[in-house]
């Protein structure tokens, strides 16, 4: 699957810096052994506090003893560095499949930063992906140990 993706992403026109990304890791923490992929499009949005900003619409599915499916929204911003290098961060909200023992809840909350590099109508980085269903926040009293994902990211500008 994972090539197909990659070939998917290669073949696209390029029209505007909208991207579509494939996105695939590993988890730590409470997520040990576990491997997730994540399929992202990121449409450009106003800036935001000065900031180049985006929508993150992603899909995602990781295996292990905790498995699950998930989709997710988010809101991002960029802070542009030098020669096209970049740190983005999105919050957002994320809807999983089940209840596992690191989801108290389906609903979650969903954390990505990423130090990232342009390479004309490519990006490649680097992220850790957290989602929680936010007990500290929302009150609630079951699991929350949440999932966690150290990723590599590459996307095609569309």
Same mark, same amino acid.
């Given at each position: 699957m994972g090539f197909t993706v990659l070939a998917f992403l290669i073949s696209l026109e390029t029209a505007a810096a909208d991207q579509l990304a494939a996105e695939a890791g590993y988890g730590f923490g409470n997520s040990y052994r576990a491997e997730g992929l994540f399929l992202r499009y990121q449409k450009d949005a106003p800036p935001l506090w000065d900031r180049k900003s985006f929508y993150d619409v992603a899909l995602?599915?990781?295996?292990?003893?905790?498995?699950?499916?998930?989709?997710?929204?988010?809101?991002?911003?960029?802070?542009?560095?030098?020669?096209?290098?970049y740190v983005s961060a999105s919050f957002g909200l994320a809807y999983a499949d089940?209840?596992?023992?690191?989801?108290?809840?389906?609903?979650?909350?969903?954390?990505?930063?990423?130090?990232?590099?342009?390479?004309? &109508?490519?990006?490649?980085?680097?992220?850790?992906?957290?989602?929680?269903?936010?007990?500290?926040?929302?009150?609630? &009293?079951?699991?929350?140990?949440?999932?966690?994902?150290?990723?590599?990211?590459?996307?095609?500008h569309l």
């Amino acid at each position: 699957m994972g090539f197909t993706v990659l070939a998917f992403l290669i073949s696209l026109e390029t029209a505007a810096a909208d991207q579509l990304a494939a996105e695939a890791g590993y988890g730590f923490g409470n997520s040990y052994r576990a491997e997730g992929l994540f399929l992202r499009y990121q449409k450009d949005a106003p800036p935001l506090w000065d900031r180049k900003s985006f929508y993150d619409v992603a899909l995602a599915r990781w295996n292990g003893k905790n498995w699950n499916n998930a989709i997710s929204v988010a809101r991002g911003l960029q802070w542009d560095l030098h020669e096209n290098s970049y740190v983005s961060a999105s919050f957002g909200l994320a809807y999983a499949d089940r209840v596992t023992g690191n989801f108290g809840t389906r609903a979650q909350f969903i954390l990505r930063l990423a130090a990232g590099r342009s390479f004309g &109508d490519y990006d490649l980085s680097v992220g850790v992906i957290h989602y929680s269903n936010g007990h500290i926040l929302v009150g609630w &009293d079951g699991p929350n140990s949440g999932e966690n994902y150290l990723t590599v990211l590459l996307a095609r500008h569309l």
